[in-house]
């Protein structure tokens, strides 16, 4: 196996791992309401949206090979770059999972790209506009409108189910958020699982694996990404559950649904328009909305706030080490040596914290 | 150039003003129709019990036709999904 080969081998692990936190990072979207109203038991629910997020991989292949190509000069792109990127998205996303904070992958994942651009080429190789247009813009667009989405649905809901007896009511809307969650994770495997499909992909195209165009997608680059994305799901990550489903207000079956069937219709409006919206800001937003629609000191708006800075934090955070990474693995030559040091120390500090866990008998969080 | 010409010459503002717009309705539009449904469910159920059944079948269209929209809705999520 020579270098270019070692790299690539590395890059597609990377890229899973990155799929895999993708997953249970974001299982909260779809999740989170259903748990907090009971609308689902936890376990079924994972399973449910673990499942939905597998079939969602697989509906369509308009691969992204173009990740991050309108931010960053895709003649900067390369292999080490999209290591580097990858490594950024995927301690931001641990980090955030730590402090149980919703936020988005996506834009770690460019944030990533971006930092470890800027270090291999340079100022001149990032696009600011793209970053405006991809990144900024959107990221006040789509908590904005799910939010008052999520506020007028949960109005105008109440005004028309609000004398009816309760327990038909909440059955009803609980039975909604099963078909809501369950479009919601589809969306969600398609697009996110997609996401790792095009990072695989550039690196396969990067390394002569596969032609710059008129490819098509080896099986083994979707039914992996599928997998990785479904287990990741199923692991769960219950720290940004518990915070979506119930710290940022306690909801009833009516608000989890207007907050989920609300989001994935916003969700689903701007992909048509060709104007894609974070999931997890939409989904974020739209509870924040069903909370303060209700009663505005329902929310508690430390928590919103706490959240709101992890979506401020979270390109320049990926960045940061994104670039750093590339710094890292340039002491090490520009052959496979540094992403191999990278990944082994990654591998390493994970050993640790999971044989201390063990040690201590405490157990591992997800 | 100032700020506000950049932002215009990145942000396509018509592009935009549709999502929005399209995010607005469908996200109303399917909690209240399935708001609608829940409705014309519950008052089927409460008219069937108190023998008023012109009453109770205006309920259930009421409730139908709600459900329609919201698998309407549903159907093209799916579309919007695989095209």
Avoid at chain 1, 60 to 67: D, M, N, R
Avoid at chain 1, 276 to 290: A, D, E, K, N, Y
Avoid at chain 1, 353 to 363: E, S
Wanted: with cysteine; hydrophobic share 55%; charged share 10%.
């Amino acid at each position: 196996m020579d270098s270019s080969e070692l790299i690539l081998v590395i890059v597609v692990g990377t890229a899973l791992a990155f799929d895999f936190t993708n997953g249970f990072h974001d299982t909260a979207n779809v999740v989170a309401t259903s748990i907090s109203t009971r609308a689902m038991a936890p376990r079924i629910a994972v399973a449910f949206a673990a499942v939905l997020n597998f079939v969602g991989a697989f509906i369509s292949l308009e691969v992204a090979a173009t990740v991050a190509s309108d931010v960053v000069d895709p003649e900067a792109i390369t292999t080490t770059v999209i290591f580097a990127g990858l490594v950024g998205a995927i301690c931001w996303n641990l980090i955030t999972w730590y402090f149980g904070l919703p936020s988005s992958s996506s834009h770690a994942l460019i944030g990533g790209v971006v930092g470890a651009t800027f270090v291999a080429a340079g100022v001149d190789a990032i696009f600011g506009d793209g970053i405006l247009g991809k990144v900024l813009i959107p990221a006040l667009v789509a908590p904005t409108v799910a939010f008052i989405v999520g506020a007028i649905a949960i109005v105008i809901c109440y005004r028309i189910v609000g004398r009816q007896r309760p327990g038909p009511v909440t059955n009803g809307f609980r039975g909604g958020q099963v078909v809501s969650g369950g479009l919601l994770a589809l969306a969600h495997g398609t697009n996110d699982a997609q996401k790792t499909m095009g990072v695989i992909v550039l690196a396969l195209i990067a390394t002569d694996h596969l032609p710059a165009s008129g490819f098509e997608v080896p099986f083994w680059v979707v039914a992996s990404a599928a997998t990785a994305i479904a287990l990741g799901t199923y692991t769960g990550g219950w720290r940004i559950i518990r915070t979506m489903g119930t710290r940022i207000h306690k909801m009833d079956a009516a608000q989890g649904f207007s907050a989920q069937g609300a989001g994935a219709a916003v969700i689903l409006a701007s992909s048509h328009y060709g104007f894609p919206l974070s999931t997890t800001q939409v989904i974020s937003g739209g509870v924040m909305g069903s909370g303060a629609g209700k009663r505005l000191s329902a929310v508690r708006w430390g928590v919103a706030g706490n959240i709101v800075v992890a979506w401020i934090l979270t390109f320049p955070a990926a960045a940061l080490i994104g670039a750093a990474t590339y710094g890292v693995t340039r002491i090490f030559g520009t052959g496979a040596l540094g992403p191999l040091v990278v990944t082994v120390a990654g591998l390493a500090i994970l050993a640790v914290v999971v044989a201390r866990r063990l040690r201590t008998g405490a157990p591992i969080p997800a | 150039m100032s700020a506000l010409s950049l932002i215009g010459s990145i942000v396509d503002w018509g592009e935009l003003g549709l999502t929005v717009a399209a995010a607005t309705i469908a996200g109303v539009g399917i909690t209240a129709a399935f708001s609608v449904a829940i409705l014309g469910a519950a008052q089927f159920g409460e008219q069937r019990r108190q023998g008023e059944m012109v009453a109770a079948a205006g309920a259930a269209l009421v409730a139908v036709v709600a459900l329609t929209v919201c698998v309407a809705g549903i159907v093209f999520g799916l579309i919007v999904m695989l095209s």
